[in-house]
């Protein structure tokens, strides 16, 4: 008996197994060291997305489809192990999306939930539950599970940006709905960054009560999280293995702003290389500045700004920054803390349970 080794297979056990196969049975012992592995075994690789190249691909699909028929015009970033799938790690899903000038992302609500993370162009905007966000550069954006969401364009340049969102998570329990809104754009009924007044300024309304799972902040700006990474740059306590790393939170709770997803920006000062790290959270970095390069298992991934890249689980990561690098980052991290599954490895043994 072994967790990694299969019993040898006779012709009478093979005929049991042919025999108990057509009755939907299969034998555990054949199948248990697929199953449940000493240590985590991917199918997830790593990979990176050069921006030039997905913008590019972008805009010609631009010219191929209407956001509008599309009903989101989307290219999927699938990790070369999980094609066909539609999943950038095994719990994932990273797209990116052009909105062209003038146009409109019909409102739908699904039980997804849904990151925005903007790349290019500026002045588009997306609505949620009433309140609308114009969008800049950097800005981290959350459609919350179930709320209804539309995205405009009213600038004159196509804007782009990283959809993350948690399909393979709502696939593995089945528990997916959604539906079209009636009109393509959801009526207004709030003033623009009312969340950010009502949430986002360390207060809360003196009697609110939570209604919904994921932070009630609707546009975390990239400016405001960018500045704070400057200012503890100055302060000089850099981690070793992330530099300077933040996580997005729910300011109800102080837990992670998004239910099934885990936020982060993080700042690898010029010259400065992380220590090789690993963890259980697959994780899509998108680099918002500086160019550098990151080693994941031996293998260098150089990259600059816009540039996407994925780091599975358990692979060990260093970061490299050659000015001032900042990368935005999520996991399922969220998850597997509240399922008691997260672990990381900071150079130091790991027991099952440490
Ligand atoms: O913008 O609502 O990339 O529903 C995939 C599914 C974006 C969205 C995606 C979606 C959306």
């Known amino acids: 008996m072994s967790l990694t080794e299969k019993p040898v297979e006779t012709a009478e056990r093979r005929s049991f197994y042919d025999k108990i196969d057509s009755s939907s049975y299969t034998a555990l012992w054949t199948v248990l060291s697929n199953i449940i592995t000493p240590e985590p075994r991917s199918g997830c690789v ?22 509008e028929e599309a009903e989101r015009r989307v290219l999927v970033l699938e ?9 950038i790690t095994t719990s ?15 409102a739908h609500r699904h039980s997804q939930s849904a990151l925005r993370f903007v790349l290019d162009g500026c002045g588009a905007h997306t609505s949620v539950d009433g309140e609308r966000t114009v969008m800049q550069f950097g800005d981290f954006v959350i459609t919350p599970p179930g709320a209804w969401h539309d ?44 969340s950010t007044w009502r949430y986002g300024a360390n207060m809360l309304p003196v009697d609110y009560e939570p209604t919904r799972v994921s932070s009630p902040i609707f546009n975390y700006p990239y400016e405001r999280s960018r500045e704070a ?84 689980s358990w692979h060990t990561v260093t970061h490299e920054a050659d000015s001032d690098g900042v990368m935005f980052s999520y996991s399922d991290r969220v998850c597997q803390e509240k399922l008691g599954l997260w672990r990381e490895d900071r150079g130091n043994a790991v027991p099952l349970n440490a």
């Open 151 to 194: 995205h405009g364009n009213d600038s004159d340049a196509p804007m782009i940006w990283l959809d993350g969102l948690d399909i393979p998570i709502v696939s593995v329990f089945d528990a997916s709905f959604a539906e079209e809104h009636h009109a393509d754009q959801q009526p207004i009924t709030r003033q623009p960054e009312d």
């Open 92 to 106: 994932l899903y990273a797209g990116l999306q052009v909105v062209m000038p003038g146009e409109v992302a019909p």
């Open 229 to 312: 990474l400057d200012h503890l740059l100055k302060q000089g306590e850099i981690d070793p293995f992330h530099g300077i790393k933040m996580r997005y939170i729910n300011p109800v709770d102080g837990g992670w702003a998004m239910p099934t997803i885990s936020p982060c920006l993080q700042l690898l000062p010029k010259g400065f290389k992380t220590q090789p790290y690993r963890s259980t959270d697959a994780t899509v970095f998108v680099v918002t500045e500086g160019t550098g390069r990151s080693v994941i298992n031996g293998k260098t991934y150089e990259w600059g700004p816009k540039d996407l890249f994925v780091v599975p």
């Open 79 to 87: 990790n070369p192990g999980l094609r066909g799938q539609s999943r």
């Open 46 to 67: 790593p990979h990176l997305w050069h921006f030039d190249e997905a913008k590019s691909y972008l805009l010609e699909a631009g010219g191929l489809i209407t956001a």
